[in-house]
T-cell receptor, first 113, second 113 residues
């Protein structure tokens, strides 16, 4: 079991640039979640998908953030344009059903200068 | 909206001391409860979970938690901590209808040798 795979592990870029984070969920899982972790706000859910369909995006901070899941094995989280306050660790998690726990990837540490 | 409170933000213990980390949630419906651990620089890993049945659940590495429905609590315990337990611990609640996790703010545990 390869686990949830996220890329890149680290990203440093200048403000105003577009940032794309990628996630490959565990095969067979039908739910995918994007979380953001900061010192100030802790772990926050940004958006989650079920069967590739966005179910709840109420945690997406603003229109600069967008997420897609074109198929069951891939999702992206895009920030355009990026701002310094977007600096955080972004985790992707996947799960199956409501009785199984979510499995987390190693995260992408994003720094916007 | 549901919320999760972890009252201990930073706990410092000596090896072999007993541990209890508090977790309270606010939600009137059916919930699934989790404790995750995050070792420095790593992703979240599941320690234990409660869905139904015996309110005392045992997890990995000697951890256990007790669900007390009347108190809306799910406290984490370990009778004797080790230096390797130094990490951040997150309590999380899943609304079985919504699937997404709501995390507490985390408790940073530091175990001194």
């Amino acid at each position: 079991d390869a686990g949830v795979i996220q890329s890149p592990r680290h990203e440093v870029t200048e403000m105003g640039q577009e940032v794309t984070l990628r996630c490959k969920p565990i095969s067979g899982h039908n739910s995918l979640f994007w979380y953001r972790q900061t010192m100030m706000r802790g772990l926050e859910l940004l958006i989650y998908f079920n069967n590739n369909v966005p179910i709840d995006d109420s945690g997406m901070p603003e229109d600069r953030f967008s997420a897609k899941m074109p198929n069951a094995s891939f999702s992206t989280l895009k920030i355009q344009p990026s701002e310094p306050r977007d600096s955080a660790v972004y985790f992707c998690a996947s799960g199956f059903g409501v009785t199984q726990p979510q499995h987390f990837g190693d995260g992408t540490r994003l720094s916007i200068l | 909206a549901q919320s999760v409170s972890q009252h201990n933000h930073h706990v410092i213990l000596s090896e072999a001391a007993s541990l209890e980390l508090g977790c309270n949630y606010s939600y009137g419906g059916t919930v699934n409860l989790f404790w995750y651990v995050q070792y420095p620089g790593q992703h979240l890993q599941l320690l234990l979970k409660y869905f139904s049945g015996d309110p005392l659940v045992k997890g990995i590495k000697g951890f256990e938690a007790e669900f007390i429905k009347s108190k809306f609590s799910f406290n984490l315990r370990k009778p004797s901590v080790q230096w390797s337990d130094t990490a951040e611990y997150f309590c999380a609640v899943m609304d079985t209808g919504r699937r997404a996790l709501t995390f507490g703010s985390g408790t940073r545990l530091q175990v001194q040798p």
